[in-house]
């Protein structure tokens, strides 16, 4: 196999990577950050140490790299929308509203949910004035 170096300037930093097939690689993902590589260690709650092959993924951004520490949100910042399933449409609306996210469109029970301080969007469905599916979204659905 044939690996292809590259440089790659990211928010002043300098990463190089090699592009090739990878083997089964480990997971890491939180919110919409999801990281893989050949390891991964936890070094603190916030921070990971990957080693070879790792690829960086948020949104539509991607990178890879050999090694990397990365720095990755708490996952007590962000939101779980599970917590909402099986809640009345009003029960639903008011835990929305009171963890900072605001409705951006609305069709036939089917609503797009924004919060601005977590960049999260939200999809929910109600059915029978319950809240049936709660999924996150690509942010680019709430029209940011």
């Not at 890491?28 to 140490?49: M, Q």
């Not at 469905?125 to 809240?131: C, H, L, R, T």
Request: proline residues 3%; hydrophobic residues 35%.
């Amino acid at each position: 196999m044939k690996w292809v170096n590259k440089m790659l300037v990211v928010a002043g930093c300098v990463a190089s990577f090699s592009v090739g097939a990878q083997a089964e690689a480990q997971r890491y993902s939180v919110g919409d950050l999801e990281v893989r590589a050949d390891s991964i260690e936890v070094l603190e709650p916030t921070l990971l140490h990957a080693k070879g092959n790792v690829v960086i993924t948020q949104g539509d951004s991607e990178i890879k790299t050999d090694e990397a520490q990365i720095k990755v949100p708490n996952k007590s910042d962000l939101f779980d929308a599970s917590i909402l399933k099986g809640k009345t449409a009003m029960d639903g609306e008011i835990k929305l509203y009171k963890e900072g996210f605001l409705p951006m469109n609305s069709s036939q029970g089917e609503t797009y949910w924004w919060n601005p301080d977590k960049k999260v969007c939200l999809n929910t469905k109600v059915e029978s004035g319950y809240y049936a599916e709660l999924t996150q979204v690509d942010n680019s659905e709430c029209d940011t």
